[in-house]
């Protein structure tokens, strides 16, 4: 693995493997166990410019984090609005964190349909807008893209190009078309030619599960980096293993400490229903825990998860 520190903007990030924003599975007690481990820089997940300036609970949840953490996070914004967009970058709710991500890559229809998210993929104009708008804030401007709307597209260069020109101190690339949304293998060609047609850090994301798909990754792309999602979640010390890092967690260990943050960020029945979509991650491909994933989905209570846990694994 290809490990460096990278310069974003006039921020130091120690290392070259992100987290990606994953809304439902990144938050707070995910962010702080990554970064934990290891993680060069979190991203929360995407929150509503909007929504945010009009002081949406939801979004004032996303964005929790520990003192310290937000020295390793970036914030992810979305919106169509330039004014919204740069409002939040000045707002209160953004102060502590130094990076803020725009996403111009979600593929889900209701963000979509609103004219965000990677429907700007389509209007490199307003997208241009948008990026200059949020560097007017001071803030360090990155953005999130895709590599086009449908099979065939390859807007990666032109839009690493643009973003670079209106100020943007970083691009990640999921190597998928709108389409794709989260299956099918990256297209690295359109990102390596995205990264050699600029001089800001390109981070590649898409399909990185194991060691052997990051170093696949950066080969075929000659990026700077690369943006961890699922794979962080199905195996949580993957990041130990591209770090070529000890850790001295079990598995156990560590769904018993997500289990307790989760506790600081919602009241005890609901953290024991988000942790459910968790479970399939966790559990993939292990053997004789049918029964135990059946009892976990059906917990009522945070205590009655990590009994499980403790009795069965």
Do not use: W
Not at 215 to 243: H, Q, S, W, Y
């Amino acid at each position: 693995m290809q490990l460096k520190a990278l310069t974003v903007g006039n921020t130091q990030v120690k290392n070259n493997i992100f987290l990606a924003p994953m809304a439902g599975y990144t938050d707070y007690s995910i962010r702080k166990l990554q970064l934990s481990l290891g993680i060069g820089l979190a991203f929360t997940e995407l929150v509503s410019a909007k929504g945010l300036m009009y002081g949406s609970k939801k979004s004032n949840q996303i964005l929790l984090y520990s003192k310290g953490d937000e020295k390793s996070t970036a914030a992810q914004i979305f919106g169509a609005d330039p004014y919204y967009l740069r409002a939040a970058c000045e707002s209160e709710y953004l102060a502590p964190f130094n990076i803020v991500d725009i996403n111009m890559g979600c593929p889900v229809p209701k963000v979509f349909k609103n004219g965000e998210g990677s429907a700007l993929l389509t209007d490199i104009n307003k997208a241009e807008n948008i990026i200059k708008e949020c560097v007017k804030s001071g803030k360090i401007i990155t953005v999130k893209i895709r590599t086009g709307q449908k099979k065939g597209d390859d807007i990666a260069t032109d839009f690493a190009k643009m973003a670079e020109n209106a100020g943007a101190s970083l691009i990640t690339i999921h190597g998928r078309v709108r389409e794709e949304y989260y299956s099918g293998e990256p297209d690295f060609n359109a990102i390596e030619k995205a990264k050699k047609a600029v001089k800001i850090p390109v981070i590649a994301n898409g399909g990185i599960f194991t060691k052997e798909d990051a170093e696949n990754m950066l080969d075929k792309t000659g990026a700077d980096g690369v943006m961890l999602a699922r794979g962080a979640i199905a195996n949580p010390f993957l990041i130990c293993e591209l770090l070529g890092a000890e850790y001295d967690l079990t598995l156990k260990e560590y769904i018993k400490k997500h289990v307790l943050l989760m506790t600081e960020i919602y009241a005890d029945r609901r953290a024991s229903l988000e942790f459910r979509k968790f479970t399939p991650y966790y559990f993939k491909g292990m053997t004789g825990v049918k029964d135990l994933k059946l009892a976990l989905v059906q917990a009522e209570s945070t205590a009655q998860i990590i009994e499980l846990i403790d009795k069965g694994l």
